[in-house]
């Protein structure tokens, strides 16, 4: 299985390079366990999040208000949590996250 990213800065029209995300996977109650962490790229990408192993609930959290921060903006969302279910393992799965400092959007990509 192979899951991806891609942040888009809607207030420059560009990729949003350099946002900090964490992925984790649902586990038993209200916890999360840690899978991975990465950064995007000049891109806005991430090319491989894991490992995601097994159908869950995963969320992949956003750290918008670094991002933000180091362009010398405020924002209104320290962080967007993207939270979504993987059914088959064995497909590929790309979540994008379209921001701006006042909201963000995000649907599932191919």
Same mark, same amino acid.
């Given at each position: 299985?192979?899951?991806? @990213?891609?942040?888009?800065?809607?207030? /420059?029209?560009?990729?949003? =390079? *350099?946002? #900090?995300?964490?992925?984790?996977?649902?586990?038993?109650?209200?916890?999360?366990?840690?899978?991975?962490?990465?950064?995007?790229?000049?891109?806005?990408?991430?090319?491989?999040?894991?490992?995601?192993?097994?159908?869950? @609930?995963?969320?992949?959290?956003?750290? /918008?208000?670094?991002?933000? =921060? *180091?362009? #010398?903006?405020?924002?209104?969302?320290?962080?967007?949590?993207?939270?979504?279910?993987?059914?088959?393992?064995?497909?590929?799965?790309?979540?994008?996250?379209?921001?701006?400092?006042?909201?963000?959007?995000?649907?599932?990509?191919?």
């Amino acid at each position: 299985m192979s899951l991806s @990213t891609h942040v888009l800065d809607l207030s /420059l029209g560009r990729p949003a =390079a *350099g946002v #900090e995300l964490a992925l984790t996977r649902r586990s038993d109650g209200d916890g999360w366990t840690p899978l991975d962490t990465a950064r995007t790229d000049d891109n806005g990408r991430v090319e491989s999040l894991g490992p995601v192993t097994e159908p869950g @609930t995963y969320r992949i959290r956003f750290e /918008l208000a670094a991002y933000f =921060a *180091g362009r #010398e903006q405020s924002c209104f969302y320290p962080f967007a949590d993207v939270v979504f279910t993987i059914e088959d393992p064995g497909q590929h799965y790309h979540v994008p996250l379209l921001v701006s400092p006042y909201g963000y959007s995000t649907y599932r990509g191919s």
